[in-house]
């Protein structure tokens, strides 16, 4: 038995937290220089979509061990994210005060993405009642 969401997308504060992180992530990207264009800029743009994406998707199937998987993805998305943000600093690559914020930024993005799992897991949402 699947659960209903009973909120939309754009109202689900984790998936707008990462939506916000995405958004401070394009910023780095566009500090990157020319010849990066194609390479850690690409992956980190790809790598910054998947986390706002894999949430989404999770949110949009309704079974709470799917949402977990999709979680999961996106946590992985954020911790690739982190060594993307170390490659900036070890490259001086942008700002340095905005990729350090932008590290811590992303543990906070991944304690979220943890409280929701086990959020997800006491209340197992889609569970019939008498398996609980």
């Known amino acids: 038995m699947a659960y209903e969401s009973n909120f939309r997308l754009d109202d689900f504060e984790l998936y707008n937290a990462c939506r ?5 992530v394009y910023q780095l990207i566009r500090q990157l220089p020319t010849e990066e ?4 800029a690409n992956q980190m743009r790809r790598a910054a ?6 949430i989404a998707e999770g949110h949009g199937r309704w079974y709470y061990q799917e949402s977990i ?10 911790e690739e994210l982190i060594d993307d943000f170390n490659v900036c600093l070890d490259e ?5 005060p905005f990729v350090e914020h ?3 930024e992303a543990d906070l993005v991944i ?22």
């Open 20 to 24: 916000n992180f995405r958004k401070k």
């Open 37 to 40: 264009k194609y390479c850690l």
């Open 49 to 54: 979509v998947s986390v706002s994406n894999n």
């Open 69 to 78: 998987r999709f979680c999961r993805i996106s946590r992985g998305s954020v």
């Open 92 to 96: 001086e690559y942008g700002e340095t």
């Open 102 to 104: 932008l590290k811590s």
């Open 111 to 132: 304690a979220r993405i943890n409280s929701y799992i086990s959020y997800l897991r006491r209340s197992k949402q889609g569970t019939p009642p008498e398996t609980r």
